[in-house]
Structures are given as C-alpha cells and as structure tokens.
C-alpha cells in the first residue's frame, strides 16, 4: 500500500542545493518567512535544526493578542497592527485555529476604583483598537462591566468576599501554537517550499549556508541569493552583529479540577503593582495554563528552558489571592518557559518602522548584516505575518530577487474554513474523536483521518479511538499521531508529543503515551 508523500521532510533527504532563499529556524517566524517567500514564487528551502516549533513558539501563553500593551505606552502605530494582524488570522487566515476568549478581570478589594478605572478604560481602548481594525464585534464582542451575581455565575470558584463585580473583554486564543507553526509549515510547502527539519544550518553567508543532516550527520552545501536568519533566541550564533537578551516567561499547568467550571480567562491582580495581572487561561482540552514571569536569562542559551520553583511558588501565590480554594504545588501537573527573544539593543539594529532602538522588546526588527544574511527577531506569534512580510521585503532589497508583492493577507492556511462552517462541522461529526479532529485541522480533518487509514490499513473507528485508553486528560486520537508523521514532518516520539500533540506538556500523561507514539512510528515505517 502507498502512503501519501510527506509534505515536510526530516532530515535532508531530497533537499535542493540551490534556491532564492534560505530560511533558518522553522518557529512561527521561520515558517512565515517561508510562506511568504515560496508565495511570492521564491524557490525557498526552509530548516530547522530540531523540528517545526521547537524554540520558543511552542511555550507561548496561546494568545492572540490586540496591542494593547502598545497603546498603554502610547505606541500606536504597532497596537494598531497588532490588532489587524490578530484580524487576519481570526478572519481569513487561520479561524480554524483561533477562538474568540472571553477574559475577566474580577473587581476585588485587592483591585482599588482607580484601578478598575484604568483597567476599565484599557479594555475599551481594545475595542477601539478591534474597530480601526476592521475586526467585526461577531468575531470579538464589545466589553463591558458585569455585576457581581454576573461575575460569580461566569467564574463559580473565584472569591466572592467583597467582589463588586467585573469586567469582561475579549481577545484571541490560538488552539495551539505548535499547531499555529505547522499548519504555516504545511501550508509554505504546499506552496511549493522545500520544508525540512532536523536539518542544521552550521554556517551562512548571503549566498550559501552550510548544512547538516541531524539524523545522519552528513553535511550540504546550498546555494542562494538570500539567508534570512529566523533562529530565535539563536539568531546570534549565526550572525556576529546580532546580539540577544533573552527573557524567560514561565507557565503552570493546571486539571481541570483544580478551577471547577471556569471558561473564561481571569486577570489575577499582582500584589502591590497597578496594572499587572498574572492571567488563568482555561484551554481546549480542560487544563488550565497559569502565567507568566519575566526573567532575564544569562549564559548560554539552553535548548529547552526550565522554570524554577521560585517562578512556580510565585504564580500559584498570586493566582491563589483570587480563587475561594487557594492552589498548592500539587495542584501543578506541568510547568514549561519559554524564552522570548529580545535584541540587545547596542547591536544597533532599527525597528521594523525604521525608528530608534528603544524598547525593541515585542516589536520586531530586521537587520541586515555585511554579507546580506537577514536576520528577523522579536515580535511575536500574533505579527508573524507582518515580521514575515518585512523580512522578505528587506532581502529582495537586498539581493536584488524578482518578486511579486506579499499576498499572506489574503492567502488562508491549510485546513482554514469560516469558523460557523466549521462548528457546523464538528456538531455534524457524530463521534467525539471526527468532532476533535475538526477542532485540531479544520477543513483538513478529512484529510486528516484519510491518510491515517492509508498510512496504518487500520478502521476508522480504531484510529478515532483515544491513544491512552480509559484516560480522560489524554483525548488524542490515533489520527494526530498517524498524520503528524505522514504529513507534518514528525521524525520521532518527541516530535508527536511535544509538538504535533501537546501531551508533553504534563510529564506523566506524556510517560502514558510513548508506547502509543512508538506504535505509531513502526506501523507507519513498516507500511513504508
Ligand atoms: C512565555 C512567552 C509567552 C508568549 N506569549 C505570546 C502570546 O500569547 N501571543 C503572542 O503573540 N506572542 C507570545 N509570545 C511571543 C512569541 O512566542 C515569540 O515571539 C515567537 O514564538 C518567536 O518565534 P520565533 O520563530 O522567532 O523563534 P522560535 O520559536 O524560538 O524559533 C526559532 C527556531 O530556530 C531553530 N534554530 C536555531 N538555530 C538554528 C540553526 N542553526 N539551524 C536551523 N534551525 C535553527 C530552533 O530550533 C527554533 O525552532 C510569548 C513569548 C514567550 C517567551
């Protein structure tokens, strides 16, 4: 029996050694430089040395976010394009990945009237950033203050003393990050780009990089016109003039039953600070993500961030002054960091908009280095798009590449299809496990469980099964696993835990699902 050919490939196997545009790192920033140049119709090879959003996109807190921490600091020109490119995603783009969340600031004695006036005031400064964005208040409905019987019946197990009432707005929720970076990785290959991880770029210069194979170790020579250089927090291994400070932001994650009947984000208010709050986000699967910290991170950069218990100790504290049951360790079932990439700024690098260098933190910037390698760094998950975009612009620029103009605004990813459609779709399914592939692929979960069929020659039913049997914090069907190696790329059982599923993120349901991501890969090998 034939399976369907892999559009992304592990290893180097196949790859061209000679196109417009080399792209290193295949985190969201990556993977959008990559759609953007193979749309333009670019001959691009994109890599990472790991897997598709192995840095730090896979440790977000889930968010799509409207600028509003911009236009508090009164930058309103990119508040204002980060709730248009958080428009195009939950519009055209990626609605198949994206939700509107509702989000509750709860007016404690521990939130002062003038505060809840300013977080008031910021909520409505949001709406007016969504409506100069032309976001629709059917995909993100107005704010508004809610009474206290109001918030109680939205959040049953926060504490009632003394609560006047809340505040209720709305922002955008992904499904999940790393799904966010695969389905731009499918959808640049399905565009025509030579997409291939656990491949490493050991050297590059504006003309050609060197590679190596990390499954088998052997070395490539490619050349190019162009390297944009999208490596995260590594982006400066790479380039002697790019410089990096990261910062780490910690999440935990929670069961479901350690918050009963939450469905809305809470704003925990930080002891002691005005306008800060640790945020509750309730996720699709039932758990709960609690965060976030914020603290430099010296040395080496590691391949994977650990939180520390003080970060830990420190959110549960907060999070626990709101709650009528106060949370304990025991309530953590997993913790991950990630490590947001911020410029040094005496690298010397200009701002996306050709600005100053100051408070560089969550814009992004482009920089061209001597031998015409581009490097694209900050930002974040929300503003691919538009990083992605700059940072093509900037090395056509700079290599003199013929292109036509970005049409990412326009071009939706694999598996898009309006939201209704959708939930039609997954209300339709019949089948809990036909009902979760909706949710994870979209339009795509046809295909989806298709290929799983071809690539195992088992039943339907068997591969809409669970994974884990008789456990309900794993629901992962036997499809994810199947598809994630047929046509996502995964190479092995961390890329299917950690990446393509997110089981990984609590320690002791990923030691319950190995054996099934071992399975998975023999079966599909042993088709081969
Ligand atoms: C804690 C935290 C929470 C956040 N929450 C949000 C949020 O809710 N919403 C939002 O919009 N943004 C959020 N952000 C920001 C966002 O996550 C980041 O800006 C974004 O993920 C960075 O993506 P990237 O592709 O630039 O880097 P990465 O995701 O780190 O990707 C870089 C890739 O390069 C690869 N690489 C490195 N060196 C090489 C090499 N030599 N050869 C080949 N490949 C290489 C790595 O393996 C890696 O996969 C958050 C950031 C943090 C830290």
């Known amino acids: 029996m034939s399976i369907p050919p892999t559009l992304i490939t592990p290893g180097l196997a196949g790859a061209p050694t000679d196109v417009d545009v080399v792209v290193v790192g295949l985190g969201v920033t990556g993977a959008g430089v990559a759609l953007d140049a193979a749309s333009r119709g670019l001959r691009v090879?994109?890599?990472?040395?790991?897997?598709?959003?192995?840095?730090?996109?896979?440790?977000?807190?889930?968010?799509?976010?409207?600028?509003?921490?911009y236009l508090a600091s009164g930058q309103v020109g990119i508040a204002h394009e980060s709730a248009v490119e958080r428009g195009i995603l939950m519009d055209v783009t990626a609605p198949h990945l994206t939700r509107p969340l509702p989000s509750l600031i709860p007016l404690a004695p521990?939130?002062?009237?003038?505060?809840?006036?300013?977080?008031?005031?910021?909520?409505?400064?949001?709406?007016?950033?969504?409506?100069?964005?032309?976001?629709?208040?059917?995909?993100?409905?107005?704010?508004?203050?809610?009474?206290?019987a109001e918030t109680r019946r939205l959040a049953p197990p926060l504490r009632t003393h003394g609560l006047r009432g809340g505040l209720l707005g709305w922002d955008g929720q992904l499904e999940d990050d790393a799904r966010l970076v695969t389905a731009i990785a499918r959808?640049?290959?399905?565009?025509?780009?030579?997409?291939?991880?656990?491949?490493?770029?050991?050297?590059?210069?504006?003309?050609?990089?060197?590679?190596?194979?990390?499954?088998?170790g052997a070395t490539l020579q490619v050349a190019c016109r162009s390297v944009i250089n999208a490596a995260g927090v590594w982006a400066g291994d790479l380039v002697d003039d790019v410089r990096l400070r990261p910062s780490r932001g910690t999440h935990l994650v929670l069961r479901a039953e350690a918050l009963p009947r939450l469905?809305?984000?809470?704003?925990?208010?930080?002891?002691?600070?005005?306008?800060?709050?640790?945020?509750?986000?309730?996720?699709?699967?039932?758990?709960?993500?609690?965060?976030?910290?914020?603290?430099?991170?010296?040395?080496?950069?590691?391949?994977?961030?650990?939180?520390?218990?003080?970060?830990?100790?420190f959110l549960l504290d907060v999070v626990s002054a709101s709650f009528a049951r106060p949370l304990h360790r025991s309530d953590v079932v997993g913790a991950f960091a990630g490590l947001r990439p911020l410029l040094d700024t005496s690298s010397g690098g200009e701002d996306a908009s050709g600005g100053g260098t100051a408070d560089l933190s969550r814009k992004h910037a482009v920089l061209t280095s001597p031998d015409g390698v581009v490097t694209i760094v900050g930002g974040k998950l929300t503003t691919y798009r538009r990083m992605a975009e700059d940072a093509v612009d900037a090395a056509i620029l700079a290599s003199g590449l013929r292109t036509g103009p970005c049409v990412t605004a326009r071009l939706?990813?694999?598996?898009?299809?309006?939201?209704?459609a959708l939930a039609e779709d997954a209300a339709r399914a019949g089948h809990p496990g036909r009902a979760r592939l909706v949710r994870r692929y979209g339009a795509d979960a046809g295909l989806a469980l298709a290929a799983a069929v071809e690539a195992s020659g088992w039943a339907e039913d068997d591969l809409l099964a669970p994974i884990v049997p008789d456990c309900p914090t794993i629901p992962t069907v036997w499809v994810e696993l199947f598809f994630g190696i047929t046509h996502e790329g995964a190479a092995d059982a961390a890329d299917l835990l950690?990446?393509?599923?997110?089981?990984?993120?609590?320690?002791?349901?990923?030691?319950?699902?190995?054996p099934a991501a071992e399975r998975a890969l023999e079966v599909v090998a042993a088709h081969r």
């Open 45 to 69: 090879l994109a890599v990472d040395a790991h897997d598709l959003a192995f840095g730090t996109s896979r440790f977000s807190s889930k968010l799509v976010h409207g600028g509003l921490r």
């Open 110 to 148: 521990s939130v002062s009237r003038p505060m809840g006036l300013l977080a008031g005031a910021g909520f409505l400064g949001g709406d007016l950033l969504r409506r100069a964005a032309r976001t629709s208040a059917d995909t993100l409905p107005r704010p508004r203050r809610l009474s206290a």
């Open 187 to 216: 959808t640049a290959a399905q565009q025509g780009a030579a997409v291939h991880t656990h491949a490493r770029v050991l050297s590059a210069t504006g003309s050609s990089v060197e590679l190596r194979d990390e499954l088998t």
């Open 263 to 313: 469905s809305v984000a809470v704003f925990a208010p930080i002891p002691g600070e005005t306008n800060r709050f640790v945020l509750v986000l309730p996720q699709p699967d039932g758990q709960f993500y609690v965060g976030l910290t914020d603290e430099p991170v010296d040395g080496p950069v590691p391949d994977v961030a650990e939180p520390t218990e003080v970060e830990i100790g």
């Open 412 to 420: 939706p990813l694999a598996g898009a299809a309006p939201r209704e």
């Open 498 to 514: 950690d990446r393509r599923t997110r089981i990984g993120l609590v320690p002791a349901d990923r030691e319950l699902a190995v």
